[in-house]
């Protein structure tokens, strides 16, 4: 969906949110939910003949790993969202999963080099992971008050 023609037609409509939240994991055309959010989740069950109630939970699990994907928000014990959301505000870098065809295609590299990438991972901690990792404090764009002059 990344590829020039893909992403002008398809799939620029889903990444309109910058800062995505859950329920954008399925905003998109017709063809980009077949193509990519459908398709790839049914075609396991489909070729497995699985049984009625193992595709529920399949589908339930996909759901909720999109959503978790593009909600933002790390949940203990589970995956972390960071790369994905780091793809979502910059478009050009960390196009997969699991990160392995980034590391190969090195798509990977601004994300890595990123305060993002610190926070990447899965915390078994209920400290908030912006409170582990913060984002570094950049004095010099704001003034201190003893650098206001008044007239």
């Known amino acids: 969906m ?8 398809y799939h620029k409509q889903h990444h309109e949110w910058t800062a995505p939240i859950g329920i954008t994991s399925v905003y ?7 193509l990519s959010n459908l398709f790839p989740v049914a075609i396991g069950p489909m070729i497995m003949r699985s049984h009625l109630f193992v595709t529920w939970i399949w589908f ?44 190969l295609h090195k798509t990977d590299r601004p994300f890595t080099d990123s305060i993002q990438s610190t926070r990447h991972f899965i915390s078994f ?3 908030p992971v912006s409170k582990l990792h913060p984002d570094p404090v950049n004095r010099s764009a704001r003034p201190s008050c003893s650098q206001i002059k008044s007239d």
């Open 2 to 9: 990344h590829t020039p023609g893909m992403y002008a037609k």
């Open 60 to 103: 339930a699990l996909a759901i909720f790993t999109t959503t978790l994907a593009h909600g933002g928000y790390h949940v203990p014990f589970l995956f972390s969202p960071e790369s994905h959301d780091y793809h979502h505000k910059t478009f050009n870098c960390w196009f997969g999963t699991l990160g392995i065809l980034d590391k």
């Open 28 to 34: 998109c055309g017709k063809f980009e939910m077949v």
């Open 125 to 127: 901690s209920l400290t």
